[in-house]
């Protein structure tokens, strides 16, 4: 019994460190809030601050927006975040093949700065053929920013 | 006028008609000249023999000729200006002790009992992790301390702000001045903290520490004026990842940003680190026209520059004034003291990114780039048959197999294609349309994917950094002549900020903004005001691409009090103003602008209203002399009701950031002309 026991702990063990929830890769953007991140559109805001606009995007997203925090945290979600507000210079850098905001990314990934070239080189072929995708174009900022996000983890990972 | 446009006008007759600065009455001149003497210029490495500047009393904090509590660190460190009795902090819970903002002394002692009974437990509110600067500067100066071990590397939150103590630098930023947003005319200050990642280009995940005052949303714009101005917000240091800012500034707003490296020690870097972290989220009673973002930037930065960077000189603290210090102390060491900065970057704005390209384009290029820019410019109003996918492939725009862009060469298509990159954003945020253009920038995307990657290479634009532009204040004289060879003395002062012939270095260029100016003429009475501008404002928004699109309406708006013509001897109407017009570029060095304008004056005995169309014509000669041509048919709609033609032609030379000499002729029923030389500091 006490063998049965043990096993029936350990199958639970694994099947829930197994599971396919668990196991399912994170997307920032629907699992830790980070769509509601984007910039506001400041030019239908009141002035919020008297110096200058000062409002705290992170803070706000990170208190408020993060709903698993053991899973949102780290390189991948600071990741998510810079590419999401950032995402039209990524795209730019990218057709370009370098530029600072690019080199952000590698570096929060804690990519070799020797290693920028070949891992940019990767970055541009997987995003060059997603923009091409029918469809591309009618998908949400947040859509096209996580498919850069995947575009990134791909060429890291093929590292 | 927008509304965030009447709060600032508001504001600033405010300022000039009650002629006081809140803050003025509550930093004696006398407070700011003890903050100095004190404030030695040192860029040697901060130790402890420097921070316990008499040796008699390390042994003892609670008595001794110096005490530690009265020590200027110290009271940085609880931001007690010298002379002031209460910390500018107002949130109690910077303050160990219960009177700790008003007693150094308490506070001292409420701190180092803390540390000494600090426990092995730590969580945020352990007293290391919420005072890591107080526990770094009292542990090299207070000997029991010494055996207090150091648990900064266990506070969770405060090793996230530092990086994992990885900050190895400080920048100071300035980001120029945004006539979209009153509040912002005078441009906006941040600190930066760099980390080794920076190796890589990452700059951008850089952490920021800003200051501003936090304002309820749709706050009413007199209230918004009158707090601001008189102490009825709460401002604080909040603090966000550095890219933040940069989209802000750089992307959203087309303002130009400054790095300003700083070259200090590790152990002062970590200092500042730590003291910003004491204060994020405190709050503070927030002046706009003195306790500002300048004034607070400043003041922390103090605690590890020693350079009084407070503007001491002036009643009121802008932004770029910070700068003016910095650089001059920078300049101004010793032999063997280096420099205070040791880096200058500049972080051109997206428009000013486009334009460096554009420059650098050639003819070939730049034919290609405007007949590409015509059709994306116009393709929301007129549907153009171009902008459909070509036959070879649903993803090419027609355009791109136009024979202007088909004949370069592939390393001419990149840079070509990169430009208007740059021209797509700058003209999206100029209609304020982010969804704008979206096909035509994928478009450009697809298009660059499919040439080589790294093909070609932008040259930097030397830009003069804003600490070399003309200083904002102005006093000046001279000799005031009419056309009977009749003469008078003349003097002119100025608040800030500048004038259409200054020569600034940002975007601002060929724009006026004038507060609180006077011209006075001796005349056989005595002395006579002839003008008083309480706020002028011209912002010709002059485009320097013959692009479509590119073009921002000019404005300007003046309120204030002058003659009713030359031939008055005093300023004997009030007037308010407006215009509305366009720019035009003529080559890089001449402007022409028309303006539609509007007056409304104090005329007796009855009110009058005059309107004109306004052509002036600006001529930028050489780097030391600038002209400025101006004609106005004022046709006066009631009251006298006739046609008051006035030219007035207004020429700099010789300038440099102090100095310049200005000859005036104008025309308005009477010719008057003036020769002075002005000083600006």
Redesign the interface.
């Known amino acids: 019994m006490k063998f049965f026991g043990k096993a029936l702990v350990m199958t639970l063990l694994v099947a829930a460190i197994a599971s396919p929830a668990m196991a399912k890769e994170i997307n920032p953007w629907k699992d830790c809030g980070i769509g509601a991140m984007l910039?506001p559109?400041?030019?239908d805001e009141?002035?919020?601050?008297?110096?200058?606009?000062?409002w705290?995007?992170?803070?706000t997203a990170v208190s408020s927006k993060v709903s698993s925090p053991a899973s949102c945290e780290g390189a991948d979600m600071?990741a998510a975040?810079?590419i999401n507000?950032?995402y039209?210079?990524l795209?730019?850098e990218t057709?370009?093949?370098?530029?600072?905001?690019m080199?952000?990314v590698?570096?929060?990934y804690g990519?070799d700065?020797n290693a920028?070239a070949s891992v940019?080189?990767k970055i541009?072929s997987e995003f060059?053929s997603a923009?091409?995708t029918d469809g591309?174009?009618q998908k949400s900022q947040a859509d096209k920013a996580y498919a850069y996000y995947q575009a990134v983890n791909s060429a890291i990972s093929a590292q | 006028m927008k509304s965030s446009h009447l709060k600032f006008v508001v504001a600033i007759i405010l300022c000039c008609t009650l002629n006081t600065l809140a803050q003025a009455a509550v930093i004696p001149d006398s407070d700011l000249g003890s903050s100095i003497s004190t404030n030695k210029l040192s860029t040697k490495p901060w130790t402890s023999d420097q921070v316990r500047g008499d040796n008699s009393t390390q042994n003892n904090h609670h008595s001794g000729l110096t005490p530690i509590h009265a020590h200027p660190t110290w009271r940085k460190l609880l931001h007690i200006r010298p002379g002031h009795a209460k910390s500018d902090i107002i949130s109690a819970e910077f303050f160990l002790a219960e009177n700790g903002n008003a007693d150094p002394k308490a506070e001292l002692d409420a701190t180092i009992a803390a540390f000494l009974n600090e426990t092995d437990t730590i969580a945020s509110t352990s007293p290391q992790c919420q005072f890591p600067a107080r526990y770094m500067w009292l542990r090299q100066h207070v000997p029991e301390l010494s055996s207090v071990p150091n648990r900064l590397s266990k506070c969770a939150d405060y090793q996230k702000w530092t990086q994992q103590n990885t900050i190895n630098g400080v920048s100071v930023m300035f980001a120029t001045g945004y006539l979209d947003n009153p509040a912002s005319y005078y441009g906006h200050t941040l600190i930066k903290f760099h980390t080794p990642l920076e190796k890589g280009g990452a700059t951008l995940t850089d952490y920021a520490l800003n200051y501003g005052a936090a304002v309820p949303e749709n706050e009413n714009p007199v209230v918004y004026i009158l707090r601001g101005l008189f102490g009825g917000y709460t401002a604080t240091y909040t603090h966000q990842a550095f890219f933040q800012y940069n989209h802000n500034y750089r992307e959203h707003e087309l303002r130009d940003m400054w790095a300003y490296r700083l070259n200090l020690p590790k152990d002062k870097i970590e200092f500042l680190a730590a003291h910003a972290w004491e204060l994020l989220g405190k709050r503070y009673v927030y002046y706009f026209a003195w306790d500002n973002c300048a004034y607070r930037m400043a003041d922390i930065l103090a605690l590890v520059t020693e350079a009084p960077m407070y503007q001491p000189r002036l009643p009121w603290a802008i932004p770029i004034g910070m700068f003016y210090d910095l650089m001059d102390h920078s300049e101004s060491g010793s032999p063997n003291q280096p420099p205070i900065v040791s880096k200058i970057t500049y972080l051109p704005s997206r428009q000013n990114r486009f334009y460096a390209k554009y420059r650098q384009l050639s003819t070939k290029e730049q034919s290609a780039v405007r007949e590409l820019a015509t059709h994306i410019a116009t393709h929301s109003t007129h549907r153009h048959p171009q902008l459909t996918p070509s036959a070879s492939s649903p993803t090419r725009l027609g355009i791109l197999e136009s024979p202007a862009y088909t004949s370069l060469s592939p390393t001419e298509q990149i840079r070509v294609i990169e430009t208007l990159f740059d021209y797509i954003e700058y003209l999206k945020r100029l209609k304020k349309n982010k969804e704008a253009y979206k096909n035509e920038k994928r478009a450009l995307v697809i298009e660059r994917f499919r040439l080589p990657p790294n093909a070609t290479t932008w040259e930097d634009t030397p830009e003069t950094p804003p600490h070399k532009s003309q200083r904002p204040t102005k006093i000046g004289g001279g000799i005031i002549s009419d056309k009977n060879g009749n003469t008078q003395g003349g003097l002119n002062f100025r608040i800030a900020n500048f004038d259409t012939l200054t020569p600034t270095v940002d975007q601002l260029d060929d724009n006026t903004l004038e507060m609180a100016g006077i011209q006075i003429a001796t005349t056989e009475k005595g002395l006579a005001i002839t003008q008083f501008d309480a706020v002028n404002i011209v912002a010709l928004n002059t485009t320097h691409a013959n692009l479509p699109g590119l073009t921002k309406n000019a404005w300007k708006f003046n309120i204030g009090a002058t003659r009713e013509t030359l031939r008055h001897t005093h300023a004997n109407v009030w007037h308010i103003g407006f215009g509305y017009g366009k720019t035009l570029a003529l080559g890089n060095s001449t402007t022409l602008y028309g303006l539609i304008d509007s007056l409304a004056q104090t005329t007796t005995p009855e009110g009058s209203i005059a309107v004109s169309p306004t052509v002036g014509l600006l001529i930028h000669l050489g780097p030391s002399i600038e002209s400025h041509l101006s004609h106005a048919n004022w046709r006066y709609l009631n009251g006298r009701q006739s046609i008051i033609p006035h030219t007035k032609w207004e020429t700099r030379f010789l300038s440099n950031t102090h100095y310049d000499i200005r000859f005036v002729y104008q025309h308005q029923l009477e010719i008057e002309t003036r020769l002075g030389i002005n000083y600006y500091f």
């Open positions: 910039f559109d400041k030019d009141v002035i919020a601050v008297i110096t200058n606009v000062t705290d995007l992170g803070t600071v975040t810079f507000n950032t039209t210079n795209v730019e057709a370009a093949g370098q530029g600072s905001h080199a952000s590698l570096s929060i990519v700065a920028h940019s080189s541009r060059a923009v091409t591309f174009a």
